[in-house]
């Protein structure tokens, strides 16, 4: 079921989030993480390759974001070190610049960083991925004065009981909330208390299993479901149901992105289970893929009004997680 009104909302809400995240005369571009080439693509606004960003040398990219105060880019890598980048990027070769990092071991142990996310002001926050065995999911604030130190402690923790941790972003009321597709949930949160607002269960428990998320200016939520390649919105905000906008894409589907005209892009990671179960033609493990198929993984742009799906990046990435639009 395809309606018009909630369409139009995300529409709105596309135009909203690109206006507030970019200047309308910056020139836009994007950068996609390629977590089997270990490298952060650069792609131009008709989804064209330009170069690779920055090498991420033994670590695999996961989630990436830019501060929207000095345009540093961040990386987390499935290990608890997060990545970080002038906006030029980095050089490769033995007299590269390569990247500086910090390590989040002392504040998670051995648990992993998987979603970034900035505010406004430049504030960093920071998702675990997992919430199983013993672990929780949790979320951890860095001020924009404490990620320019090269180990930046932390000024806040919100706590969930999530099992996975996976995209965040604002919603319309200011809540951070975050995607668990093993929860099968959307949950939010009081970025200032760290108190739980809003659990979008009711709506999601059973039905979608969600990686990516964004808010309508009504507070309209739309998610990626992760294992079928569908894009659902819901009909009344915190009430549901949510009715499907797009479908077709290949799974594993994973984080959402809009841009100023107010389209829908999401990665997908094709066959992650065959790559990483040694399926033929494929011989991978955890940090590293030798596979005979050179093919490239595919960017999704989806049509807010219409639902139609093309393909908008085709090359120069394997294993995307998260597409992230920049002005430089």
């Not at 001020?143 to 919603?171: F, H, Y």
């Not at 499907?244 to 997908?268: F, H, I, K, Q, R």
């Not at 289970?273 to 590293?288: I, M, V």
Request: glycine content about 8%; overall charge negative.
């Amino acid at each position: 079921m395809k309606l018009a009104v909630y369409k139009n909302t995300v529409v709105a809400f596309c135009l909203t989030l690109a206006i507030l995240a970019i200047p309308a005369n910056a020139v836009v571009n994007e950068l996609v993480g390629s977590s089997e080439s270990h490298s952060i693509e650069k792609f131009d606004n008709n989804g064209n390759w330009i170069k690779t960003f920055a090498s991420t040398g033994p670590y695999k990219v996961d989630g990436i974001a830019a501060s929207p105060v000095n345009g540093e880019v961040f990386a987390s890598t499935d290990t608890p070190i997060i990545l970080r980048y002038t906006k030029a990027g980095a050089a490769f070769g033995p007299t590269g610049s390569y990247w500086s990092s910090f390590n989040l071991s002392s504040l998670i142990g051995s648990n992993i960083i998987e979603g970034l996310l900035f505010d406004s002001s430049g504030n960093l926050y920071v998702a675990t991925y997992y919430g199983t065995a013993g672990y929780q999911v949790v979320i951890i604030k860095f001020t924009a004065k404490q990620i320019l130190k090269a180990s930046p402690a932390s000024s806040a923790t919100i706590v969930t009981n999530l099992n996975r941790g996976d995209q965040m972003a604002w919603d319309a009321y200011g809540d951070l909330c975050i995607a668990s597709w093993d929860s099968e949930t959307v949950q939010c949160f009081n970025p200032g208390t760290g108190a739980l607002v809003f659990d979008y269960a009711s709506e999601l428990f059973g039905r979608l299993e969600p990686a990516g998320l964004a808010f309508g200016p009504n507070n309209i939520l739309t998610v990626s479901d992760l294992f079928t390649g569908k894009v659902w919105v819901e009909a009344v905000p915190r009430q549901g149901p949510m009715n499907e906008l797009a479908s077709g894409m290949v799974p594993d589907v994973d984080a959402l992105a809009v841009d100023n005209s107010g389209a829908l892009y999401l990665p997908s990671f094709h066959n992650p289970e065959g790559r990483y179960e040694g399926q033929y033609p494929y011989d991978c493990t955890f940090y590293a893929c030798m596979d005979d198929d050179f093919s490239s993984d595919v960017v999704y742009k989806i049509d807010p009004a219409t639902g139609a799906v093309t393909n908008f990046i085709t090359t120069h990435i394997w294993g995307p997680y998260q597409m992230i639009f920049v002005p430089f």
